[in-house]
């Protein structure tokens, strides 16, 4: 089911690369534009993520939610290969996804936060893997707004992500 939902979601990006491989080309596809709204990102943040989640910048400034760290500092997710920040520990799982470069694009992310287990099981090919985030986010519209609004607040991000 995931896989699939990932295969249209790449499918449905228009490509309009000429003489690439297609990993070149999905590559290049999967950084583009959030295509969620940021503005309704952070109220599902904010009603959604904060009991377990910061988003803390590289200088330390808690740009998003509270004090929770149930999970990790969701500053350096978009864009960027899973399971990633130094001071959590990760579930098996998570940490095979990372080691295999698996990069939170829109399309992974979304996939993600809507079945974390089923996810990492998918894109692993471990039927083992599981998740440690036992919540999800019901609408997959919520997960694109949640997306763009976490890569909104890093403006780096935002830059690589319209060219």
Not at 106 to 120: I, K, R
Request: a negative charge.
């Amino acid at each position: 089911m995931i896989r699939a939902s990932l295969i249209a979601s790449a499918l449905a990006t228009p490509i309009l690369l000429t003489g690439v491989t297609a990993l070149q080309a999905e590559e290049q596809a999967e950084m583009i534009a959030p295509t969620g709204d940021v503005e309704a990102g952070e109220t599902a943040f904010n009603r959604q993520c904060v009991a377990c989640h910061v988003v803390v910048n590289d200088e330390g400034e808690k740009l998003a939610g509270r004090n929770g760290r149930t999970g990790p500092n969701l500053f350096p997710v978009p864009y960027r290969t899973a399971a990633q920040d130094e001071d959590f520990r990760y579930g098996k799982g998570m940490e095979l996804a990372g080691a295999q470069g698996v990069t939170w694009t829109e399309a992974h992310f979304t996939a993600y936060v809507q079945d974390p287990t089923g996810f990492l099981r998918d894109v692993t090919e471990d039927g083992s893997a599981r998740s440690k985030m036992s919540f999800k986010v019901r609408k997959p519209e919520d997960a694109a707004d949640i997306f763009a609004y976490l890569a909104s607040l890093n403006p780096a991000l935002e830059e690589t992500a319209e060219k």
